[in-house]
């Protein structure tokens, strides 16, 4: 019978190490798929992350965008305004109020372009530039050199490094 005890006791403890390898390998099969789950959902975490950063500067570039482009269009829709009070200043007035009336609208308008960034696009004088003038006509001047703008019809103007109207000019030679 002490055989049979002894051999009893082999098999509840084989029996004993098989239950704890088998709980072992369950736990560690257990850690692996929640480690496998940590790593996917910190994956998608980042890839969430990743597209809200990419979202955040592509809605901010549109904006910036939009609003460039509105200032481009009211300060386009003005040029006709700058336009005429260029060409009354130009005339000949014998009424010295009105001409200082114009002239006071003028410097206004002029101050409020400044304060915006809008720049006149030299012309006269200046080597013609196709990013910068349209050329209308050409003439032959033996005092101006090759491509030198002769005169300018209507001005340019830039709001920082975008044209807004090309110089109408006359190029020489």
């Known amino acids: 019978m002490a055989k049979t005890k002894t051999q009893h006791e082999e ?6 190490t098989a ?6 390998t369950d736990k560690t099969e257990k850690n692996s798929n929640e480690e496998e789950n940590t790593a ?8 969430l992350a990743a597209e809200y950063d990419n979202f955040r500067k592509r809605s901010a570039k549109e904006r910036e965008s939009t609003y460039s482009d509105a200032r481009v269009d ?4 003005l040029l006709p305004v700058y336009d005429n009070l260029e060409r009354a200043l130009k005339m000949e007035c014998t009424d010295e109020a009105y001409y200082k009336g114009v002239e006071m609208i003028m410097l206004q308008l002029t101050e409020i372009f400044e304060d915006m960034g809008v720049r006149h696009i030299p012309a006269v004088g200046e080597l013609f530039d196709p990013k910068k003038h349209n050329a209308v006509m050409k003439i032959v001047d033996p005092e101006l050199g090759e491509g030198i703008i002769a005169e300018e019809y209507q001005k340019g103007f830039t709001l920082g490094d975008r044209v807004i109207r ?3 000019v006359v190029v020489a030679n």
């Not at 098999?11 to 004993?16: F, H, I, R």
């Not at 996917?40 to 890839?47: I, M, S």
């Open 11 to 16: 098999q509840e403890a084989t029996e004993a």
């Open 19 to 24: 239950t704890a390898e088998s709980i072992e």
């Open 40 to 47: 996917a959902e910190k994956d998608k975490y980042l890839r």
């Open 74 to 77: 009211a300060i386009t829709k």
């Open 166 to 168: 090309f110089s109408t």
